[in-house]
Nanobody, 122 residues
């Protein structure tokens, strides 16, 4: 069992930066791949980024590639999403998730956090 809690969301102007954190609890956390997803009102949940269990591989959606960076610190049971050059279209609730493999598919993740709101003003 893994429990996840996101933090770091907020309101930022376009071009600004935010860093999201996802704190995990559970003895097996470090063996899980982690993902970040987002969901805007009226839209489906979409993949943002994923990282392998040891941080050796990362994957990004084309829409955030070059602007967002995902990392993890297994000693702190935490994953991060550094978001730079934010755009209004990045506005969404951001969720972290844990699964056995780093995948772009939401159904590939077994555990989800409650989400943190990110709003980017133009």
């Amino acid at each position: 069992q893994v429990q996840l809690r996101e933090s770091g969301g907020g309101l930022v102007q376009a071009g600004g930066s935010l860093r999201l954190s996802c704190a995990a609890s559970g003895r097996t956390y470090s063996s899980y791949a982690m993902g970040w997803f987002r969901q805007a009102p009226g839209l489906e949940r979409e993949f943002v980024a994923a990282i392998s269990w040891n941080g050796g591989s990362t994957y990004y959606a084309d829409s955030v590639k070059g602007r967002f960076t995902m990392s993890r610190d297994n000693a702190k049971n935490t994953v991060y999403l550094q978001m730079n050059s934010l755009k209004p279209e990045d506005t969404a609730v951001y969720y972290c998730a844990a699964g056995r493999q780093a995948t772009i598919a939401p159904y590939g993740y077994s555990y989800w956090g409650q989400g943190t709101q990110v709003r980017v003003s133009s």
